[in-house]
């Protein structure tokens, strides 16, 4: 078992053990970004809510969840020469309802700083709010 997995696995355990909505969403959101990583389609599906949406503020674009689904061949193909990192971010509030993430997306040609704003419901996905911070991760 992958390192990621052992920590996920050990995080919604003590999820569980705890009742600390903070590690639950850190465990959901460990679970979200490895399946998003792995662009595994079963899990990814598994975490958004049937009314999920997802916007894409640099964009102007706003997805259902069975469109963020069918955009996921575009998503594999970018995907596989990347690299990221995430962390919740500092000061923003996490709770059983919210968690605003700061992401690292490390590409060959260039990288970006994207806060993800999400919103929870029964433990599923129910809003992502996509923005870009900064062309760099040097203050990752």
């Known amino acids: 078992m992958s390192a990621i997995r052992t920590l996920t696995a050990a995080m919604a355990l003590a999820a569980v053990l705890n009742g600390s909505p903070c590690v639950a969403q850190n465990s959901l959101l460990d679970r979200w970004y490895t399946a998003m990583f792995d662009v595994n389609r079963v899990a990814i599906d598994d975490l958004l809510a049937e009314d999920a ?5 640099d ?3 706003s997805q259902t969840k069975a469109e963020y689904m069918d955009a ?3 998503w594999e193909d970018i995907v596989k020469t990347a690299n990221f990192a995430w ?3 500092e000061g923003a509030p996490a709770d059983e309802t919210n ?3 700061l992401v690292c997306y490390q590409f ?3 990288e970006l700083m994207i806060r993800e704003a999400f919103t929870f419901r029964d433990g599923k996905i129910i ?3 996509h923005k870009t911070v900064s062309d760099s991760c040097e203050d990752f």
Do not use: R
């Open 87 to 89: 962390q919740i971010e």
């Open 72 to 74: 996921l061949d575009e």
């Open 53 to 57: 949406v997802i916007q894409l503020e």
């Open 108 to 110: 060959p040609d260039n």
């Open 99 to 101: 968690a605003t993430v």
């Open 59 to 61: 964009l102007g674009l």
């Open 127 to 129: 809003s992502s709010v």
